[in-house]
């Protein structure tokens, strides 16, 4: 296998890694806020529904924590095994994020562990919700300290490099890079999101297919409303999203915009098709590119015409840029609607169509999700390490990747199936229905 063909592979693997961990990262970064929030709701409503509704929301985190644990293993020996020379020069800056993040993920765990045990254990329940706060706390930060990672590779500094060495080092100042504070912000409120609408879209399943109860009702709002709340969030994160991107990374937001020359009043372009550098077939929202960018609409924005060929990444990624806004928009307006209609009682967001946008709701945040990573993550190329590594300079020699991306797939085939097993066994052999009534005997039972 030459250098080329390894290279080639390196990034196939690596791709196919993190788009799986994504999913069940998005989903344990999300559902232990949903679990905590649920759990004060019921607690403060006297409501056992949203009681059980943490129950056993919990129960089926801990089957994604599993699974999300062996991915995040695999995306650090693969940082090790294929990114060699990245790891040679970086590894000494942002080894600290990455043993934060192993820290947090174990404060997380060791409390989940304990909140899982001492279920009924609490006379007074509010007891039991405090231990959900390191819970979400270490969830969240495990995101905060990974993201940082990545903002690193595409804003590094606190180093100096000298005949390739680096000297000088400040993990610190490494950390708080000028990517940090968007791609922190965004990477956390879309998993919030996300995991609110994945969570929504299995209660509306539910209610579609004949579980006409309470449970699922009270559910099915909760978490549209919370989802409402954070992509609102999002949205205005990734306006600020913009805005560092046309400061630190021109060369990024002029390829998912198809901004060919430098211009003033510069029009956003939505969907369209590629000729050459001809855009046709697109939505062209006036002066929106310019307003994205610096706030204002007649400021000049970057072109392409500003960078050398070989440093312009992939123009595809415009189409990851649609997918992601397209679907976060959607999600927006789907999720005002159901609220406002729920709060003025519209039948319509009780009817069998509206119900299936919702459940078509979860799998929709997370294509928007895998397509915000992969803008990300190819906008960034040529670079491993923007201005400073080459993706190509980074990757090993190894004859051997292509047969780890055979056996990488395998394994995730395998854990992907086993966690859709699992879980729908878990649910379907205990029914909500069940356990509520099984719950009631059992006050019945104390109160004889």
Known sequence: MGNEEAVFFSRVLTETTLSFHIIFATIGVGVPLMIMIAQWVGIRKNDEHYILLARRWARGFVITVAVGVVTGTAIGLQLSLLWPNFMELAGNVIALP????TFAFFFEAIFLGIYLYTWDRFENQKKHLLLLIPVAIGASFSAVFITIVNAFMNAPQGFDLVDGELIN????????NPAMPTKVAHVVAT?????AFVLASIAAYRLLKGSNHE???KALFLTMKIGMIFSVAAAIIGDFSGKYLAEYQPEKLAAAEWHFETEGNAPL???GVLDGEEVKYALKVPYALSILAHSIPSAEVIGLDQFPDDEIPPLYIHYLFDIMVTIGVWMTVLSAVFWIGMRQRWKMV???WFRWLIVLGGPLSIIAIEAGWWMAEVGRQPWILRGLM???EAATTSG?????LILFCLLYIVLGIGVIVVLRRMFRNNPVEREIEDREMEKGGDVL
């Open 191 to 195: 998993a919030y999101m996300t995991a």
């Open 215 to 217: 449970y699922h009702k």
């Open 169 to 176: 080092i400040n993990p610190l100042i490494a950390m708080l």
């Open 400 to 404: 051997h990747v292509d047969t780890m």
């Open 98 to 101: 990455l043993f934060m993040e």
């Open 390 to 392: 080459r993706t190509e």
């Open 350 to 352: 009780s009817t069998k």
């Open 269 to 271: 372009i939505l969907y």
